[in-house]
Nanobody, 126 residues
Framework: EVRLEESGGGLVQAGGSLRLTCAASGFRFDHYGLGWFRQAPGKGHEGVSCINHSDGSTYYADSVKGRFTISVDNAKNTIYLQMNNLKPEDSGVYYC???????????????????WGQGTRVTVSS
């Protein structure tokens, strides 16, 4: 059974940092794409970052480039999202997602991902 469990969210002031963790199980961790998405109130899922294990490439939304870093620990079946210089517009529920197939298009499009965690909330105060 595929399981994705996020943690690390919380309340932080603008300019602060958080590190999100996604613990994964139930699949061959180093074979597939894993991504981070976020959802602000009243909005859809926004792709934030992803890593494609097939070639090790990483991708970021323009809104987070230079501030967020995705990383993996294959030994622990865990991915991380280090978020620095947080802004109020970064607030939302952050989800970890799994893509079991080769990417067919935009790697930060939610339709590319089959499994989702329950999310962890990030609130950035101004």
């Amino acid at each position: 059974e595929v399981r994705l469990e996020e943690s690390g969210g919380g309340l932080v002031q603008a300019g602060g940092s958080l590190r999100l963790t996604c613990a994964a199980s139930g699949f061959r961790f180093d074979h597939y794409g894993l991504g981070w998405f976020r959802q602000a109130p009243g909005k859809g899922h926004e792709g934030v970052s992803c890593i494609n294990h097939s070639d090790g490439s990483t991708y970021y939304a323009d809104s987070v480039k230079g501030r967020f870093t995705i990383s993996v620990d294959n030994a622990k079946n865990t991915i991380y999202l280090q978020m620095n210089n947080l802004k109020p517009e970064d607030s939302g529920v952050y989800y970890c997602a799994l893509n079991l197939y080769p990417y067919s298009g935009n790697v930060l499009e939610e339709s590319e991902y089959s499994f989702w965690g329950q999310g962890t909330r990030v609130t950035v105060s101004s």
